[in-house]
């Protein structure tokens, strides 16, 4: 099936695809809008970017066992979409598959996936659970972004690097755990996760980027490793209930650490518990 081959097709409700076809072409059915579901056969290994894009009625949908990769926006804007499978050959989640998906409550990622690209999630308003297999080692920026009803997450020490605004007002969350395979936070990172109350870095990571904890103003406590060697901008700015920091290292080895004037902005005063004594900032 060709790019485009039925882009726009506005009153298309069903289509039965044959198993002759082995491929789905770019943008094939994009703004079908009112095609409600659809069975891709097992013959099918490819399929497009885009391809059901801002199919705004498509409710559910199969992917057959032997595509390895979810091209880009495959599944943006799909507002109505509730659930999906991902068969154990794919590899890799590309940028904005799920995009705006704003009806999807659960997926399984397996355990062969390697890379959730950018805004892969973004704006899964209604994403209530994910599992994260160990197999994946980096996060993309914006990946869940806007995930507002999200409440728990388990990032596996295989990741790597956790992109910018990844978690971004994850309004939902109540603890984080930062693995130790992490070695940066990106910017922004759980900026605005209002209901988050305990995050604990592991160590391994170096450093925290700026305003990755910005505006959690749930947040009560935060364990700090000492391998953490530089704290960003507004990381912990705007944290109103963060009092107590825990921080695995002397006293002398938290002033060494590279700070930010306005790290701690608008951030009520703190106690750093280090391992020979407390700091009051």
């Known amino acids: 099936i060709g790019d485009s081959a039925f882009n726009g097709c506005e009153s298309l409700t069903s289509i039965t695809i044959p198993d002759s076809v082995t491929s789905i072409g770019d943008s094939a059915f994009y703004g079908c809008s009112s095609l409600e579901s659809i069975a891709i056969p097992d013959s099918v290994i490819s399929i497009g970017k885009s391809v059901f894009r801002a199919c705004s009625n498509l409710k559910s949908v199969t992917i057959p066992d032997g595509v390895t990769s979810i091209s880009k926006s495959t599944f943006s804007g799909c507002s109505r979409l509730k659930s999906v499978m991902i068969p154990n ?64 997450i388990t990032i596996p020490d295989s990741v790597t690097s956790i992109g910018e605004l990844a978690f971004y007002k994850c309004t939902s969350f109540e603890s984080v755990t930062i693995p130790s395979g992490v070695t940066s936070i990106g910017s922004g990172a759980f900026g605005f996760c209002s209901s988050l109350e305990n995050v604990t870095i592991l160590d391994g990571v170096t450093s925290v980027a700026y305003g990755a904890f910005m505006a959690c103003l749930g947040l009560k406590s935060v364990t700090i490793p000492d391998s953490v060697t530089s704290i960003g901008e507004f990381a912990f700015g705007g944290c109103s209930s963060l009092k107590n920091i825990a921080y695995n290292g002397t006293k002398q080895m938290w002033k060494n650490v590279k700070k930010t004037p306005r790290w701690n902005y608008s951030m009520p005063h703190c106690t750093i518990h280090c391992t020979d004594g407390d700091i009051r900032i």
């Open 89 to 152: 050959g794919v590899t890799s989640i590309c940028s904005d598959v799920f995009y705006g998906c704003s009806s999807l409550e659960d997926v399984v990622i397996p355990d062969s996936v390697t890379n959730i690209g950018d805004f892969a999630f973004s704006e899964c308003s209604s994403l209530e659970s994910v599992m994260i297999p160990g197999s994946v080692t980096s996060i993309g920026k914006e990946a869940f972004n806007g995930c507002s009803s999200l409440e728990s």
